[in-house]
């Protein structure tokens, strides 16, 4: 018996290490879900004149976070949020609701009301958060005002994904100096930190994204995008549709506007593992009940699905 006994033990141990093999190689294949999210004001402000400073409504937080749970993003990209305090909120939520991202990033530039967040299942392997970017109109020095969130993620051993989050100027007219020239000009900022990032690392992995409060066929993404657009060093716009094939990413209510505001751009060789037939604008019919945006979600395979 004693033979037979030690065979079983070696058989049985084999089909483990096997069985766990075949679960770690389907994890490293299984694709990575990305969300970019602009979630309308999550933070305290004030939202009636005359009144004092409240929180986003709890019926409106309460939307966003079932959205996300719909979506459940391994990695959550947003814009508009406060404080750490405000950030462990929505992390508490989204983990009531089965979504648990224990890592998080942070960054702000010259506004530290709105402020950039990264959450994340998986570790943050760098960080590189830019908060105190500034530029030039004629002789006014201007900061960038919600800086640039720079984190890299480890997909797998062999795949470092760079994630790079915005919140350009909006199109609101300001006295201080032209809406468009100012985004133009943080758009610029962007794009030398993306440059810095290429001269360190010629085949990065690179996802910028956010709310770049830009149409298509504006500079701003131009200038993001670079020049020339066949170069190695230029990052692809991902054309995202919701469920009935728009683009729009965002609802101006008072005048009935639908604008693609929210986009996600991709170095050259990070493109072909984006999984497009599976990536989206996620739509729901009382999204406005959340924000005025909708979620852009994409689909990140570790193998490229394009040669």
Same mark, same amino acid.
């Given at each position: 018996?004693?033979?037979?006994?030690?065979?079983? @033990?070696?058989?049985?141990?084999?089909?483990?290490?096997?069985?766990?093999?075949?679960?770690?190689?389907?994890?490293? *294949?299984?694709?990575?879900?990305?969300?970019?999210?602009?979630?309308?004001?999550?933070? *305290?402000?004030?939202?009636?004149?005359?009144?004092?400073? *409240?929180?986003?409504?709890?019926?409106?937080?309460?939307?966003?976070?079932?959205?996300?749970?719909?979506?459940?993003?391994?990695?959550?990209?947003?814009?508009?949020?406060?404080?750490?305090?405000?950030?462990?909120?929505?992390?508490?939520?989204?983990?009531?609701?089965?979504?648990?991202?224990?890592?998080? /990033?942070?960054?702000?530039?010259?506004? /530290?009301?709105?402020?950039?967040?990264?959450?994340?299942?998986?570790?943050?392997?760098?960080?590189?958060?830019?908060?105190?970017?500034?530029?030039?109109?004629?002789?006014?020095?201007?900061?960038?005002?919600?800086?640039?969130?720079?984190?890299?993620?480890?997909?797998?051993? *062999?795949?470092?994904?760079?994630?790079?989050?915005?919140?350009?100027?909006?199109?609101?007219?300001?006295?201080?100096?032209?809406?468009?020239?100012?985004? @133009?000009?943080?758009?610029?900022?962007?794009?030398?930190? =993306?440059?810095?990032?290429?001269?360190? /690392?010629?085949?990065?992995?690179?996802?910028?994204?956010?709310?770049?409060?830009?149409?298509?066929?504006?500079?701003?993404?131009?200038?993001?995008?670079?020049?020339?657009?066949?170069?190695?060093?230029?990052?692809?716009?991902?054309?995202?549709?919701?469920?009935?094939?728009? =683009?729009?990413?965002?609802?101006?209510?008072?005048?009935?506007?639908?604008?693609?505001?929210?986009?996600?751009?991709?170095?050259?060789?990070?493109?072909?593992?984006?999984?497009? @037939?599976?990536?989206?604008?996620?739509?729901?019919?009382?999204?406005?009940?959340?924000?005025?945006?909708?979620?852009?979600?994409?689909?990140?395979?570790?193998?490229?699905?394009?040669?």
């Amino acid at each position: 018996m004693q033979p037979l006994l030690q065979f079983t @033990r070696r058989v049985f141990g084999l089909a483990v290490f096997f069985a766990g093999a075949a679960q770690l190689a389907a994890a490293e *294949t299984e694709p990575v879900t990305f969300c970019s999210y602009n979630l309308k004001n999550w933070l *305290t402000m004030e939202r009636s004149a005359g009144l004092p400073p *409240t929180s986003k409504p709890e019926a409106e937080r309460a939307r966003a976070v079932n959205i996300l749970a719909s979506i459940h993003p391994d990695i959550l990209g947003v814009c508009e949020i406060g404080t750490a305090d405000d950030l462990a909120e929505l992390q508490l939520r989204l983990l009531q609701a089965g979504v648990d991202l224990p890592y998080t /990033e942070m960054a702000h530039g010259g506004d /530290e009301t709105r402020r950039l967040a990264l959450l994340s299942r998986l570790p943050i392997k760098a960080r590189n958060s830019q908060t105190s970017l500034t530029y030039q109109i004629g002789a006014q020095t201007l900061p960038l005002q919600r800086g640039i969130l720079d984190v890299t993620i480890a997909i797998t051993p *062999t795949f470092d994904l760079h994630l790079l989050g915005v919140h350009l100027k909006s199109m609101r007219t300001i006295p201080e100096a032209d809406q468009a020239e100012m985004r @133009r000009n943080e758009a610029r900022l962007l794009r030398l930190h =993306v440059d810095a990032l290429f001269a360190q /690392e010629r085949g990065a992995r690179i996802l910028a994204y956010g709310d770049f409060n830009a149409h298509r066929n504006d500079p701003t993404v131009a200038e993001v995008m670079g020049s020339p657009r066949t170069g190695e060093t230029t990052l692809l716009d991902v054309l995202l549709r919701d469920a009935n094939g728009e =683009v729009w990413t965002h609802f101006w209510d008072t005048a009935d506007v639908y604008s693609r505001l929210d986009y996600c751009f991709t170095s050259r060789l990070l493109r072909p593992h984006i999984d497009t @037939r599976n990536s989206c604008i996620h739509s729901e019919r009382d999204f406005h009940k959340a924000s005025d945006h909708r979620p852009l979600v994409l689909k990140i395979r570790p193998e490229p699905i394009m040669k």
